[in-house]
C-alpha cells in the first residue's frame, strides 16, 4: 500500500546510532482525524509519529522509518529507554472508546509486515504506548483487538504462557519483565498496563486469569511465536 505523503516537520535523527526494534502502536484519541492529522504535523505540538491510519483506511505517512519521530514520550521497553530513537510509530485515527473500524484494521495488517521486514522486527516488538509507558498512557486501548494481529504473527499470542502454579505478585512481575514492561511501575499499574494488552476487562486482584492470558516469554526468546 502506497501512502499519502503528509510530512510533519516534528522529527529528527535518530540518537548514537540506533535503528528501529519496535513497534509502538497508538489511538489518537481525537474525534477528528483531520485535526488529529493536522496536530501531527503542527509544529506548535511538537509531536509526530511515522505513519497515520485513518479510519476510512487511508494511510498517511508524516516521517520518513530512517528519521526519529516524536510519539512515545517517556517510557522503557526491555529496560530500553529513548523509545524513539528504537521504534516507528504507528497512529490509529481512534477516540479510544469506540472499536477500531475495518478498513483500519485491514491497513495495519498491510503496513505492518513490510516494517517488521525491513527493520528484523518479530511479533514481540510490536507493542502498545500503555505497555512502554503503564499509567500514563492507555492506548491503544482495550478495544484493540491484539488477537487479530496476534493469529497473522503480527503481535505475541496472549494466554500461551499455560498453567501456571505461582501467582504471586513477585512471580507475576517477573513474567512482565521478561515480557518488557518497566519494572519501576507500582503493582497496581503494571497490572492494569498488562490487563490492557491481555486480558482488557480483567478487573478486581491479581488472579490465576491474569497469569494465564499472558504470552510465553519463552516462545518468542526462542524464535517460535505461534501464528
Known amino acids: 500500500m502506497q501512502p499519502i505523503l503528509h510530512p510533519s516537520p516534528n522529527f529528527g535523527p535518530r540518537r548514537d546510532g540506533l535503528v528501529p526494534s519496535l513497534i509502538v502502536l497508538h489511538y489518537t484519541a481525537m474525534p477528528d482525524p483531520d ?29 520518513q522509518e530512517e528519521m526519529r519521530a516524536w510519539h512515545a514520550g ?5 529496560g530500553m529507554d ?26 495495519l495488517e498491510s503496513l505492518l509486515p513490510g516494517v517488521m521486514r525491513r527493520w528484523n522486527i518479530g511479533p514481540e516488538g510490536v507493542i502498545g504506548h500503555s505497555d512502554m509507558a503503564p499509567g500514563r498512557k492507555t492506548d491503544p486501548g482495550p478495544r484493540f483487538d491484539w488477537a487479530r494481529l496476534a493469529r497473522q504473527g503480527l503481535a505475541v499470542r496472549s494466554g500461551t504462557l499455560g498453567d501456571s502454579s505461582d501467582i504471586s505478585v513477585d512471580a507475576f512481575r517477573t513474567y512482565a519483565s521478561c515480557l518488557g514492561y518497566p519494572s ?20 478486581g486482584p491479581l488472579s490465576e486469569d491474569d497469569v494465564a492470558a499472558l504470552p510465553d516469554v519463552s516462545l518468542f526468546l526462542a524464535g517460535s511465536i505461534p501464528g
Open 82 to 107: 529513548d523509545i524513539n530513537s528504537r521504534s516507528i510509530g504507528i497512529e490509529m485515527d481512534n477516540d479510544g472508546a469506540s472499536p477500531f473500524s475495518e478498513p483500519q484494521m485491514a491497513t
Open 35 to 63: 485535526e488529529a492529522l493536522e496536530r501531527l504535523c503542527s509544529p506548535e505540538y511538537e509531536v509526530s509519529a511515522h505513519y497515520l491510519i485513518h479510519r476510512d483506511g487511508r494511510l498517511f505517512q508524516m516521517v
Open 74 to 78: 517517556a517510557g522503557s521497553w526491555g
Open 184 to 203: 519501576e511501575a507500582d503493582d497496581a499499574t503494571l497490572l492494569a498496563a498488562v490487563r490492557l494488552r491481555h486480558r482488557p476487562w480483567g478487573e
